[in-house]
């Protein structure tokens, strides 16, 4: 076993232990990004205890026993919270044994659950969460291979801490795939995936009225499986959301008709020109899962992309999430979201849209998002403003446990920054 593989060994050690024991952690001094009703705190106290927060604000006594964080000088904010991830699903793209997060066979669709396949140590959850992303949306069909039906499954939201109780909740969404992308699941047109998409859910409704006579042989047999339709129940109660993979306006437009027939929780994933039917989206209260960064036309469908659509979104009402677009650089959603403040984004608007925002969509807010009282503890200690490309994490929290800022990144850089120095051949160290 080598220096870099014993290192970080130890550092896992090192978290299991935190997590082992219960600790009581004061961050102190910091400008504090609450994103709640506090707003932001100048010189303010974040002060929590096994794992939530229990006071943030201004002269929030300090018990002798905490663990005192000195953010003087720092900004603080609770930790991001990517809204479109491959986490734990995919480790090198183009090598398939890595990717689990699509199916190609035709006996799941909407049951498909990713949360079975997600390996909470991979190399790329350590990379992402030093650089302050704590929570992610893990979401199914996202890259390899070619999914077999407009429904691509379950969502699940996860926390980057690493082994232990990670999963925050599974069938956070149901993710389904219209425009372009559904038309190639289902026989090259868009008319056929939305009929595909409502059929489902007339057949899952149907099911919900006729189950004992289908399961007792006295009724129709359903094209979807049982355990899809049982995936599709809580959508249909607007307990779990419809996350819409969709891009063209028009499309989007007719997600919304979707919504409205059949009395649907929604929400729009990349909605390249969402702007265009903005009052539309604000009126139905659906939010928009969007790349801030995209600015060019990636097909016919995402013409009509432009930098401000985040802006041109939030100035008509419409909530709004972040996400960097992919796992291997999650990290980005920070400058991603500069780009959108820089093209008329509020700043505030711009931490929600990856902070307290994803939360809201996949029904997680209560727990986590902001930094409030009687929430689970993510933050981060910024060295400076967190939308810059100079500012780094000083410090990660997560479930209230202080991260040790090490991935294998860093310590294959430690390890050779002294390029002139003599070293023994790395596998006998």
């Known amino acids: ?35 709640g009703g506090a707003g932001v705190i100048e010189n303010g106290t974040v ?13 929030v006594e300090v018990p002798r026993d905490a663990q005192v964080i000195d ?5 603080v904010t609770p930790g991001l919270f990517d809204a479109y991830t491959d986490f734990g699903v995919e480790e090198v793209s183009a090598v398939e044994g890595t990717v689990d997060s699509t199916q190609s066979g035709e006996r799941f669709s909407a049951s498909f659950d990713v949360s079975y396949a997600i390996n909470p140590r991979s190399i790329l959850i350590a990379v992402n969460r030093i650089e302050g992303v704590t929570r992610a949306a893990v979401v199914p069909g996202s890259s390899w291979g070619v999914a077999a039906s407009v429904f691509s499954g379950q969502v699940a939201v996860i926390d980057l801490a690493g082994p232990g109780d990670w999963l925050t909740r599974s069938s956070a969404a149901m993710f389904v795939r219209l425009g372009e992308s559904g038309s190639g699941l289902s026989g090259g047109s868009r008319v056929n995936a939305m009929l595909a998409l409502r059929d489902g859910l007339e057949e899952a409704r149907d099911y919900s009225v006729n189950r004992r006579n289908w399961e007792q042989g006295a009724h129709w047999e359903y ?10 129940l809580p959508v249909l109660t607007g307990s779990t959301p419809l996350l819409v993979e969709v891009e063209r306006a028009s499309d989007i437009s007719q997600a919304l008709r ?8 929604m929400a729009i994933l990349g909605g390249a020109e969402a702007w265009i039917v903005a009052d539309e989206l604000a009126l139905a209260g659906v939010p928009v899962v969007l790349d801030p960064q995209r600015n060019l036309p990636g097909g016919f469908d995402s013409l009509g992309a432009t930098l401000e659509n985040a802006a041109r979104l939030n100035k008509a009402g419409v909530m709004i999430a972040f996400t960097a677009g992919g796992t291997h ?45 009687g929430k689970l503890a993510d933050l981060v200690v910024w060295s400076g403003d967190p939308l810059e490309l100079t500012t780094f994490a000083d ?20 390890r050779y920054l002294e390029l002139n120095t003599d070293r023994p051949q790395a596998y006998k160290k």
């Open 47 to 59: 002060l929590i205890r096994d794992g939530r927060i229990v006071a943030v604000g201004k002269g």
């Open 1 to 35: 076993m080598n220096r870099s593989t014993k290192m970080i060994f130890a550092a896992g050690a090192l978290l299991l232990a935190q997590q082992i024991q219960a600790q009581t952690i004061a961050v102190t001094g910091g400008t504090v990004h609450t994103l």
């Open 329 to 373: 650089n999650a990290r980005n959603i920070t400058q991603y979201a500069g780009l959108a403040v820089v093209n008329g984004l509020p700043y505030e608007v711009a931490l929600e849209a990856m902070t307290v925002n994803p939360a809201r969509i996949y029904g997680v807010s209560a727990e986590v998002g902001s930094l409030e009282a």
């Open 258 to 265: 979707l919504k409205k027939d059949f009395g649907l929780k």
């Open 223 to 232: 094209t979807l499986k049982r355990k899809d339709l049982d995936a599709l």
């Open 71 to 75: 953010a003087s000088g720092k900004i």
């Open 395 to 414: 410090q990660v929290i997560i479930r209230g446990k202080s991260i040790p800022m090490v991935s294998r990144a860093t310590l294959l850089r430690d």
